[in-house]
């Protein structure tokens, strides 16, 4: 897979590298967190009125910081391969902008909702629901573009369509369970039962995409199933499938043991949903690698001059870690069960 | 002009400026808040933390803007301007990194903390994360403002086949126009929030509703607007003269002088008309503009004459600067008055809180004429000398980038109305709240106790 590398003790050769690394785990983070709290807007509409508050209450303090690592993801794409950037985001064009119509939505609405007046209470929740959903669609669909390298035929655009309908399901589920850890009583038992309609969604989601990427992608057909490939890659979608069976699982039997007032496998059902995007990820960074643009452009091709991405890599090193500290210490600061929020 | 070009110029210029309204007001107010908190601290005088939970909703509210819109930013570059990353990338790209990096992370995550973290964490604790909330809209600030200079004064650099390489970080970042531009703008955002300030509590006082925690901010936006506009000026002056030197184009559309001359007029009034290269029905003072940008009135100043085909349209920028130059001598105006009848008469006369009322969000109008006095004025570079605007913009078809524009508008014609209203919304009901419970943590029953405990129910 590395036949198309420079060599990689040059700065032009691991530094695109470097920053691939960089801008996937910024997505996937972005992907997980942002999940949730984009989740949690896809259910709002199920709760009533005080659920809604603990809903909108357990991603309050997290959805702002949740959102800037699409900020750093892009930003990397932008700065470190400045010619895929306008690629891909050129051929994006109105999925992007429906994208950002959305995260304003719901950006907003968050904050309106309990500061505008109550009779429009109802109004910006809906906002928040519906540009939640707006995003989630958007994402799935910009995600189902990139992986047929943007071909122009209707089967490329329903897969898109198909993708799109998964994300939205997988955040729903993240999202759900979300709700399981942060709330109690029955908010917590509507949430299990969303959770289990969202992972049966999403395995339908999965299983249809897995079968259908090789066939809308050669090269992505040829990646999984040249024979050696076959051996190396064939627990990535087993340990899929064992996961996926532990959230089910453990989602079957939650109710139960609530009502023995056992808590403690509460984080089970997020916990799997976080394994399970994090091996779909994989998967399909496997497949695209080391394409930014599907066949036709490689992170090396597209890579900014290497004394620009040294300048950024040595800050990078330094402040990502300071960056993942003080956010482990914001999420430790608001653990346990959401509570209402006040500025005082 | 392409019609893709037209509309992608029309699309940034609407994106960017919705956007800079909302980090004008939290890159301010964070210091504002931080300064509320700390008299709290130091004096436990309890209108000063009053104060601090009004102003922290318009921060919350306001700072969510400034994220979403932010966003939409980062996406910009990419969709519609590929020229830009492709010809200056190398600079554009480590500077916005670090603004994502050091800026944006630290802001984002410590506001959580600030805004619903009071009970969780130490006050000490709270105090911190209130630093570092203001700290990271600050540092925002640097960042994206060195990367405006050096578009304006480009610096630090040498162009290798066409694309742009840094030789000297140093020089990228701390190029000619960038001191004064931050200085200038950081100052704009002091002043934005002080007239918001000061117009929600003359709103408050007019609405009868003068506490302690109105007082105390009035007092606070009357001290910033009257000490700070003149500083403003001062530094606006020096903004110019450093621009005269490094973009004399532009100089010469905010003044409209058509042609090079000793003893130039300063044009109070007058339609600039770029077809007869000459203004109409101007109003002159002779000499006037030699004296301010030369300090000599048989200064020579050149005129549009000298820069064929680089130099900005005329009208735009010499409207734009005029508004601008408008709103400062308001502000001065308004401020001292204010400033002068607290001083005498220790109250401000109903005529003057309602014209501070209307001038709520005068510092939007100062913001957005000066930066489209600056922003037109570079025209038609979109890096001075290096990279012209047309050569920048996007492949995407032009009915697509007319769709979106529509989208874009209407959004932000809805948001910026429900957010004004807001506004003077929380305004009116801290007023209610006040005068119906003394206790401003009231839990119990009753519509409004619930509102108060789950303020924010959100963010």
Same mark, same amino acid.
């Given at each position: 897979?590395?036949?198309?590398?420079?060599?990689?003790?040059?700065?032009?050769?691991?530094?695109?590298?470097?920053?691939?690394?960089?801008?996937?785990?910024?997505?996937?983070?972005?992907?997980?967190?942002?999940?949730?709290?984009?989740?949690?807007?896809?259910?709002?509409?199920?709760?009533?009125?005080?659920?809604?508050?603990?809903?909108?209450?357990?991603?309050?303090?997290?959805?702002?910081?949740?959102?800037?690592?699409?900020?750093?993801?892009?930003?990397?794409?932008?700065?470190?391969?400045?010619?895929?950037?306008?690629?891909?985001?050129?051929?994006?064009?109105?999925?992007?902008?429906?994208?950002?119509?959305?995260?304003?939505?719901?950006?907003?609405?968050?904050?309106?909702?309990?500061?505008?007046?109550?009779?429009?209470?109802?109004?910006?929740?809906?906002?928040?629901?519906?540009?939640?959903?707006?995003?989630?669609?958007?994402?799935?669909?910009?995600?189902?573009?990139?992986?047929?390298?943007?071909?122009?035929?209707?089967?490329?655009?329903?897969?898109?369509?198909?993708?799109?309908?998964?994300?939205?399901?997988?955040?729903?589920?993240?999202?759900?369970?979300?709700?399981?850890?942060?709330?109690?009583?029955?908010?917590?038992?509507?949430?299990?039962?969303?959770?289990?309609?969202?992972?049966?969604?999403?395995?339908?989601?999965?299983?249809?995409?897995?079968?259908?990427?090789?066939?809308?992608?050669?090269?992505?057909?040829?990646?999984?199933?040249?024979?050696?490939?076959?051996?190396?890659?064939?627990?990535?979608?087993?340990?899929?499938?064992?996961?996926?069976?532990?959230?089910?699982?453990?989602?079957?039997?939650?109710?139960?043991?609530?009502?023995?007032?056992?808590?403690?496998?509460?984080?089970?059902?997020?916990?799997?949903?976080?394994?399970?995007?994090?091996?779909?990820?994989?998967?399909?960074?496997?497949?695209?690698?080391?394409?930014?643009?599907?066949?036709?452009?490689?992170?090396?091709?597209?890579?900014?001059?290497?004394?620009?991405?040294?300048?950024?890599?040595?800050?990078?090193?330094?402040?990502?870690?300071?960056?993942?500290?003080?956010?482990?210490?914001?999420?430790?600061?608001?653990?346990?069960?959401?509570?209402?929020?006040?500025?005082? | 002009?392409?019609?893709?070009?037209?509309?992608?110029?029309?699309?940034?210029?609407?994106?960017?400026?919705?956007?800079?309204?909302?980090?004008?007001?939290?890159?301010?107010?964070?210091?504002?808040?931080?300064?509320?908190?700390?008299?709290?601290?130091?004096?436990?005088?309890?209108?000063?933390?009053?104060?601090?939970?009004?102003?922290?909703?318009?921060?919350?509210?306001?700072?969510?803007?400034?994220?979403?819109?932010?966003?939409?930013?980062?996406?910009?570059?990419?969709?519609?301007?590929?020229?830009?990353?492709?010809?200056?990338?190398?600079?554009?790209?480590?500077?916005?990194?670090?603004?994502?990096?050091?800026?944006?992370?630290?802001?984002?995550?410590?506001?959580?903390?600030?805004?619903?973290?009071?009970?969780?964490?130490?006050?000490?604790?709270?105090?911190?994360?209130?630093?570092?909330?203001?700290?990271?809209?600050?540092?925002?600030?640097?960042?994206?403002?060195?990367?405006?200079?050096?578009?304006?004064?480009?610096?630090?650099?040498?162009?290798?086949?066409?694309?742009?390489?840094?030789?000297?970080?140093?020089?990228?970042?701390?190029?000619?126009?960038?001191?004064?531009?931050?200085?200038?703008?950081?100052?704009?955002?002091?002043?934005?929030?002080?007239?918001?300030?000061?117009?929600?509590?003359?709103?408050?006082?007019?609405?009868?509703?003068?506490?302690?925690?109105?007082?105390?901010?009035?007092?606070?936006?009357?001290?910033?607007?009257?000490?700070?506009?003149?500083?403003?000026?001062?530094?606006?002056?020096?903004?110019?003269?450093?621009?005269?030197?490094?973009?004399?184009?532009?100089? #010469?559309?905010?003044?409209? +002088?058509?042609?090079?001359? =000793?003893?130039? %007029? @300063?044009? $109070?009034? &007058? !339609?600039?008309?770029?077809?007869?290269?000459?203004?109409?029905?101007?109003?002159?003072?002779?000499?006037?503009?030699?004296?301010?940008?030369?300090?000599?009135?048989?200064?020579?100043?050149?005129?549009?004459?000298?820069?064929?085909?680089?130099?900005?349209?005329?009208?735009?920028?010499?409207?734009?600067?005029?508004?601008?130059?408008?709103?400062?001598?308001?502000?001065?105006?308004?401020?001292? #008055?204010?400033?002068?009848? +607290?001083?005498?008469?220790? =109250?401000?006369? %109903? @005529?003057? $809180?309602? &014209? !501070?009322?209307?001038?709520?969000?005068?510092?939007?109008?100062?913001?957005?004429?000066?930066?489209?006095?600056?922003?037109?004025?570079?025209?038609?570079?979109?890096?001075?000398?290096?990279?012209?605007?047309?050569?920048?913009?996007?492949?995407?078809?032009?009915?697509?980038?007319?769709?979106?524009?529509?989208?874009?508008?209407?959004?932000?014609?809805?948001?910026?109305?429900?957010?004004?209203?807001?506004?003077?919304?929380?305004?009116?009901?801290?007023?209610?709240?006040?005068?119906?419970?003394?206790?401003?943590?009231?839990?119990?029953?009753?519509?409004?106790?619930?509102?108060?405990?789950?303020?924010?129910?959100?963010?």
């Amino acid at each position: 897979m590395l036949e198309q590398a420079p060599d990689l003790s040059t700065m032009a050769g691991w530094l695109p590298l470097a920053f691939m690394l960089i801008m996937g785990l910024a997505i996937l983070a972005y992907v997980i967190l942002d999940g949730f709290d984009l989740g949690v807007g896809l259910l709002l509409q199920l709760g009533n009125e005080e659920q809604k508050d603990t809903m909108i209450a357990s991603i309050g303090p997290f959805w702002d910081a949740n959102e800037t690592w699409l900020v750093l993801g892009i930003g990397i794409l932008l700065v470190a391969f400045p010619v895929a950037h306008g690629v891909v985001l050129g051929a994006l064009y109105l999925p992007v902008a429906l994208m950002l119509v959305g995260l304003t939505l719901r950006g907003v609405a968050f904050d309106f909702r309990v500061k505008a007046k109550d009779e429009h209470k109802a109004t910006w929740d809906f906002t928040f629901f519906a540009g939640s959903l707006l995003a989630s669609l958007a994402q799935g669909f910009m995600l189902g573009r990139v992986v047929t390298g943007f071909t122009q035929d209707l089967w490329s655009y329903l897969f898109a369509c198909l993708i799109a309908l998964g994300m939205a399901s997988g955040y729903a589920l993240l999202g759900s369970t979300w709700l399981i850890i942060k709330t109690a009583g029955d908010l917590q038992r509507h949430a299990i039962v969303w959770a289990k309609r969202s992972i049966v969604l999403l395995a339908a989601g999965v299983a249809a995409v897995s079968v259908a990427t090789p066939f809308v992608s050669q090269r992505i057909y040829e990646k999984w199933f040249g024979l050696e490939n076959l051996i190396v890659l064939w627990p990535i979608p087993a340990m899929t499938v064992v996961t996926f069976l532990i959230a089910y699982r453990s989602l079957s039997r939650l109710p139960e043991r609530l009502d023995q007032d056992r808590h403690d496998s509460e984080w089970i059902p997020f916990a799997s949903t976080v394994a399970i995007f994090m091996l779909a990820f994989h998967g399909l960074a496997y497949s695209l690698f080391p394409y930014l643009v599907m066949d036709k452009l490689t992170i090396w091709e597209a890579a900014a001059a290497p004394e620009s991405l040294l300048f950024i890599f040595v800050g990078a090193i330094i402040v990502l870690p300071v960056i993942i500290g003080y956010s482990v210490f914001a999420y430790r600061v608001f653990r346990g069960k959401a509570t209402d929020l006040s500025y005082y | 002009m392409s019609d893709a070009l037209l509309l992608s110029r029309l699309q940034f210029a609407a994106n960017i400026s919705f956007h800079i309204l909302f980090p004008m007001i939290s890159i301010a107010l964070a210091w504002v808040l931080l300064f509320f908190k700390l008299r709290f601290n130091a004096t436990g005088d309890e209108k000063w933390m009053n104060a601090y939970r009004f102003w922290v909703k318009v921060f919350a509210l306001t700072f969510a803007l400034g994220v979403v819109s932010g966003i939409t930013m980062s996406f910009q570059f990419g969709t519609n301007w590929p020229g830009f990353m492709n010809t200056v990338g190398n600079i554009a790209g480590p500077l916005l990194a670090y603004e994502v990096l050091t800026a944006f992370f630290l802001e984002a995550t410590f506001l959580g903390i600030m805004l619903f973290g009071f009970k969780r964490v130490s006050n000490r604790m709270h105090t911190i994360a209130t630093v570092l909330v203001a700290v990271g809209t600050s540092l925002s600030a640097f960042w994206i403002l060195a990367l405006v200079s050096w578009m304006h004064t480009p610096a630090g650099f040498e162009m290798r086949d066409g694309v742009a390489h840094a030789t000297s970080w140093m020089e990228v970042i701390f190029n000619p126009s960038f001191g004064y531009r931050m200085i200038h703008t950081m100052l704009a955002s002091f002043l934005t929030v002080a007239f918001l300030i000061m117009g929600l509590s003359a709103y408050r006082i007019l609405r009868n509703d003068v506490t302690p925690a109105v007082r105390a901010s009035l007092g606070v936006g009357v001290i910033m607007a009257a000490t700070l506009t003149p500083v403003q000026i001062f530094t606006g002056d020096l903004h110019g003269l450093n621009t005269l030197e490094h973009q004399p184009a532009k100089v #010469a559309a905010m003044e409209a +002088l058509w042609e090079t001359e =000793r003893g130039a %007029p @300063l044009v $109070l009034f &007058g !339609l600039p008309d770029a077809e007869s290269q000459s203004n109409r029905f101007a109003v002159e003072l002779p000499g006037m503009a030699s004296l301010i940008l030369t300090h000599d009135m048989q200064g020579e100043v050149k005129g549009i004459n000298e820069f064929p085909d680089a130099h900005p349209p005329v009208a735009p920028v010499f409207w734009s600067f005029r508004v601008m130059v408008g709103t400062g001598v308001l502000m001065l105006l308004m401020s001292w #008055a204010t400033a002068w009848s +607290l001083r005498r008469k220790n =109250r401000v006369p %109903p @005529l003057l $809180l309602k &014209g !501070l009322v209307v001038m709520t969000f005068s510092g939007w109008i100062g913001v957005l004429s000066g930066w489209y006095t600056t922003e037109i004025g570079r025209q038609p570079f979109l890096v001075t000398g290096v990279l012209r605007t047309a050569d920048a913009v996007t492949s995407v078809p032009a009915g697509n980038i007319g769709l979106t524009l529509a989208l874009y508008l209407l959004l932000y014609a809805v948001l910026i109305t429900a957010y004004v209203s807001v506004v003077f919304y929380l305004a009116r009901q801290a007023g209610q709240a006040g005068s119906k419970t003394s206790e401003p943590t009231a839990h119990g029953p009753g519509v409004l106790a619930r509102k108060a405990a789950t303020e924010g129910g959100h963010a």
